[in-house]
């Protein structure tokens, strides 16, 4: 089975820079996926990882270190709109559903 | 042009209904999903369809019965709604049950269901 844990809140002001991590325990490893959670709307794909590095995307970026089991997301240059939930994912073994973990409250602050 | 669409948005109902909850996607995929997220904004999966076959059926009640007619569409139909159904139902698609690179799933907007 899997086991996917990441803080439940972060607090951080805007203009800074964050860090929320994830590890995960998976009988097969098949990618791992961040999710952004806006309250009251649906999740939206922030990034996939299935190969051990960093993958930079605007503000955004994610790491994954497969060995070690274990994933972050960084957000730079925070704004007030990043307040938001972000949800750490990975493929089930058979690569046929992703699983999340119980997402990461983070609240921006001015 | 809504890519996965739910009906309704909000469902408020009495204990003991049956309710359905309806789900289409127009991107094509082959995949649909529904999630079940609680008060704690936890996302547990509950049921996966592709190509109207029935791949994952978590522990779930037997009160929850879901039917995809075609690949576009998967409906969940609840009977004897409880308490404890109350949370935000989520559908979601992806292509070919593959969820790689840059694509992951297309969420719909999600179906708030109180059950009073």
């Known amino acids: 089975g899997q086991n996917i844990d990441q803080p439940t809140e972060m607090t951080a002001t805007e203009g800074a820079i964050v860090q929320i991590n994830c590890t995960y325990q998976t009988s097969g490893f098949n990618g791992l996926f961040w999710y952004q959670q806006h309250a009251g709307e649906a999740p939206t794909f922030l990034s996939y990882?299935?190969?051990?590095g960093l993958e930079e995307k605007g503000r955004f970026s994610s790491f994954l270190s497969r060995s070690k089991g274990y994933s972050y997301l960084l957000l730079k240059e925070l704004q007030m709109k990043d307040s938001a939930s972000y949800l750490c994912?990975?493929?089930?073994?058979?690569?046929?559903?992703?699983?999340f973990g119980k997402g990461t409250t983070l609240s921006v602050s001015s | 042009d809504t890519a996965v669409s739910q009906t309704p948005k909000y469902l408020v109902t009495q204990m003991g209904n049956d309710k359905s909850i309806k789900c289409e996607q127009n991107l094509g995929h082959d995949t649909m999903y529904w999630y079940k997220q609680d008060s704690k904004k936890f996302l547990k999966i509950m049921f996966s369809?592709?190509?109207?076959?029935?791949?994952i059926n978590e522990t779930v009640p037997n009160r929850f019965s879901p039917k995809s007619p075609d690949k576009a569409h998967l409906n969940l139909h609840i009977n004897s709604l409880e308490l404890g159904d109350s949370a935000v139902y989520f559908c979601a698609s992806s292509q070919n049950g593959k969820l790689g690179p840059s694509y992951g799933y297309t969420f719909g907007s999600g179906t708030r269901l109180t059950v009073v």
């Open positions: 369809y592709n190509n109207k076959e029935l791949i």
């Open positions: 990882n299935v190969l051990d």
């Open positions: 994912a990975v493929l089930s073994q058979a690569g046929t559903a992703l699983i």
